[in-house]
T-cell receptor, first 116, second 114 residues
Framework: AQKVTQAQTEISVVEKEDVTLDCVYE???????LFWYKQPPSGELVFLIR??????QNEISGRYSWNFQKSTSSFNFTITASQVVDSAVYFC?????????????FGTGTRLQVFP | DSGVTQTPKHLITATGQRVTLRCSPR?????VYWYQQSLDQGLQFLIQ???????AKGNILERFSAQQFPDLHSELNLSSLELGDSALYFC?????????????FGPGTRLTVT
């Protein structure tokens, strides 16, 4: 079964703290893609990253970094030196190649609140 | 701005009514997706079109239907509305039919059924 689990419903941190958002996925496919999206209070969904199942290299983009570990079926997202503007709901999502559709299967999201 | 447009931004209607949500994909994108975001169900895939043809269906109710027109814009029709249909409806588009291409989301249409 395809499933994405984000066990952390809500996280609160103070500005400049580092924070890690967890994502665990389930799939029977060998080829799949993992995504992170950000949903700020304004409501739109903003694409952050896509990672395919054959690329386990960690990725860093500014204060954002992602750790993909197939052995634990996890794709965690770390924000370093968090800022108030990082306050949003963050969604992890999965897309599989074998089902003739690239629909996204989303986790339930983690609400991050960064306080000044 | 993702380049995906959705109209209207807000919609308030009564139970039993019918509404149409409209989506214009990014220029050049052939694939259009509809997702529903509700407090109960989270973000769920509804339906996908590729170059005018239905490609996949998710948890879409029979009261809901969609289509993609020759100019690639898409409409989602919701009929016999119920209170539980109140949600944020997103349209997304992608260049091709493959997960190796990211989906860009529109701003959403917030539907309130009273």
């Amino acid at each position: 079964a395809q499933k994405v689990t984000q066990a952390q419903t809500e996280i609160s941190v103070v500005e400049k703290e580092d924070v890690t958002l967890d994502c665990v996925y389930e799939t029977r496919d060998t080829t799949y893609y993992l995504f992170w999206y950000k949903q700020p209070p304004s409501g739109e969904l903003v694409f952050l990253i896509r990672r395919n199942s054959f690329d386990e290299q960690n990725e860093i983009s500014g204060r954002y970094s992602w750790n993909f570990q197939k052995s634990t079926s996890s794709f965690n997202f770390t924000i370093t030196a968090s800022q108030v503007v990082d306050s949003a709901v963050y969604f992890c999502a999965l897309s599989e190649e074998s089902y003739n559709t690239d629909k996204l299967i989303f986790g339930t999201g983690t609400r991050l609140q960064v306080f000044p | 701005d993702s380049g995906v447009t959705q109209t209207p931004k807000h919609l308030i209607t009564a139970t039993g009514q019918r509404v149409t949500l409209r989506c214009s994909p990014r220029s050049g994108d052939l694939s259009v997706y509809w997702y529903q975001q509700s407090l109960d169900q989270g973000l769920q895939f509804l339906i996908q079109y590729y170059n005018g043809e239905e490609r996949a269906k998710g948890n879409i109710l029979e009261r809901f239907s969609a289509q993609q027109f020759p100019d690639l814009h898409s409409e989602l029709n919701l009929s016999s509305l119920e209170l539980g249909d109140s949600a944020l409806y997103f349209c997304a588009s992608s260049v091709e039919l493959a997960p190796s291409y990211e989906q860009y989301f529109g701003p959403g249409t917030r539907l309130t059924v009273t």
